[in-house]
């Protein structure tokens, strides 16, 4: 994996925490159902986002290391809401079928940049 690759993943995750503030609704309804206080679970994972992210882009391989296991942890957390798009698409048309099945297995991609951002050398 490039070394510019690795130096993204930070600064991604920075932004994508960000927008959970920005655009909660977003998120809130791609949220499974059952799941109660939507919006503070927004707020959450997106925090838990930033803050990872700002963790990969610390200057101390032990900083990094956990941040890319929180971020690793993180992807889990939300993947109930990706596996919700995937079987209700109904909801989501204006995003292709294909995409929502393709996430599924795409978070496995993420979590293996987090990983290689997190190794990467400073």
Do not use: C
């Not at 109660?36 to 927004?42: D, E, I, K, S």
């Not at 798009?85 to 995003?95: K, T, V």
């Amino acid at each position: 994996m490039t070394r510019v690759l690795k130096l993204l993943a930070g600064p991604l995750f920075v932004v994508a925490g960000a927008l959970h503030f920005v655009k909660p609704r977003i998120y809130e309804s791609i949220m499974p159902d059952y799941l109660p206080a939507r919006r503070g679970l927004v707020y959450a994972s997106g925090l838990a986002e930033a803050a990872g992210g700002l963790g990969l882009l610390h200057p101390s391989p032990k900083v990094r290391r956990w941040a890319g296991r929180w971020l690793v942890s993180t992807l889990a957390g939300v993947f109930p809401a990706n596996l919700h798009m995937a079987l209700n698409p109904e909801r989501y048309a204006q995003i292709p079928r294909l995409a929502l099945y393709a996430r599924l297995p795409f978070q496995l991609v993420f979590a293996r940049w987090v990983l290689a951002s997190a190794e990467r050398d400073a």
